[in-house]
């Protein structure tokens, strides 16, 4: 034990003398979260509709009032003697709702009327977005004005939890958390790792007492300790600006950091043993670190929501498993039985990462 933490405050007083790499392992991760967090967002305001009344009535007027007080659409101007496609054409709206000619009369009469929406399908999630918030607008002015009171069966009593607001970065934070922590840790081990064989400074641990186990138990402590501090950084930016809170039992959350520290960092030790050069090290830990974790692990679309051809990685890619348990503490609190799974598989990721960088550095054990 004492050539392991000697080896930990080896590496951990080298990052502080190195104030470039202490910034880089304390403040970025920061900046994406306040950066990601707040740039991502599915929930759209102020999207900007055009109404094309042909029947310019009272029903007709109301009904487009309905548009105007909802906070989800911009109800722009436009010339209703100009072809309604021509508003998408020009960018000046990404819907048009065209309201027919006798909407008035129809209405009173109880027939079923039937209003045309033109939605800018060039991004496919805005324009399903757009076609749900009509379709919600709609359905609340039929039940204010009286007209599908006969039609309607059977009514749903909808209630949000978890967020009920609704609210983009208290699910999309814990995400660019876990991401902050799965890059910075691994990239600096990564890089430590690279440098002493790039430089042919290994080769003084090499010809020391100290053996592969000690060696790579000092270098994944000292760079846990650095994720620890991140996951304090970041934590407390959670539950202060963000306003997330610990919900249920916090001990799998607890658990699962300690071994998602510890699974990054052997990761970050494993290419940097494999690869002895710095360059090709941040490629590599890039890859795994934030392209897998960006894409693969739920972060921004539900797992399901990717093809199957690639959906079979997203069960290697580490990152996954923590962001489900960050979620389940910060917004569910399902406990450990809802997470014992995600536990358990950051456990076995980080023990494979750590048997594949001893493999690479059991050689320095051969006796002469």
Known sequence: MRRIFSQARKDLTQLVRDRLALALALLLPLILLFLLSTAISLTVHNLPLVI????????????????????????VSW??????????TANRARGVVIVPKNFGHDLARGANVQVQLLVDATDSNTARIVQGYVNQITRAFNQNSGAMADATLVGAQVRLWYNPGRDSPKFYSPGIFVMGISMFPALLAALAMAKEGEQKTILQVYVSSISAHEYLLGKILAYMVVAACEWVLGMTTLLTVFGLHIAGDPTPFIVGSVLYAFCVVSFGTFVGAGIPNQAAAIQAVALGGFLLVFLLSGLIFPVENI??????????????YYIEIVRDALLQGGGWPAMWFPVLMIAVLGALFYTLAWRVMRRMQVKA
């Open 52 to 75: 094309q009344d042909l029947d310019d009535s009272s029903a007709s007027r109301r009904f487009a009032d309905v548009f105007r007080s909802s906070i989800s659409f911009h109800v």
């Open 79 to 88: 010339p209703p003697d100009r072809k309604p496609e021509d508003a998408l």
């Open 307 to 320: 093809p199957a051809g690639l959906r079979w990685v997203s069960n290697i890619v580490w990152g996954r």
